[in-house]
């Protein structure tokens, strides 16, 4: 039996598109309607991919600075991103366009596993940005992407799975000792 394999994932995204909501979807298998975290949280929960089990570290940045994450303890051992937008909120769409410039100028190289996840998408009457615009974006940065409902779990395994996924493409993964 292998042993598990540390990956450290953060949610980055506009506040209120649902990353803490996500989080406690998946790692609680609850929505929490008025759940509002005034410190950044770290999960953990064990995902199994392709015969391998996973200790994800889930970071759930908070707060109104999307850039704390890398400020201390974290720095460089983020193994993967997850950037959030809300498909009912344009600006949070723009938003993580932002911020993965502010990672790669951060990280000095033009690649990272990142995966987009566009949340809410049970609020269909509210859409600002289609499906096509988060595909497109994805395969601009060569990345994976989904859209989910934290709501409705929808997805949000899927997201995490892909995570995971985008991580082990990336060839330089540091093991924990
Ligand atoms: P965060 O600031 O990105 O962590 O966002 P929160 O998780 O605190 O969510 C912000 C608000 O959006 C809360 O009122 C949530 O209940 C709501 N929310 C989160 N995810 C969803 C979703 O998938 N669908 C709907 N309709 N509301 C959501």
Redesign the pocket.
Known sequence: IKSPKLRRIA?L?????????????FVENV???????TIENTFTKTISHQGQEYTAEII???GQDEFSIFNGKHALDIHGYIL?Y?V?NKLSFDMIKIIRDKILNYTGTDWVPIVIVG?????HGQRQISTEEGEELAALWNCQSCE?????N?NIGRVFELMIGEIEKSTNVPEEP
């Open positions: 949610l995204g506009s506040r209120a598109v649902g990353k803490s909501s996500m989080t406690i979807q929505f929490v309607d008025s759940y509002y975290p759930d940045t908070a959030v809300s009912t949340n809410k998408s049970d609020l989910s409902s934290a709501k409705h929808e």
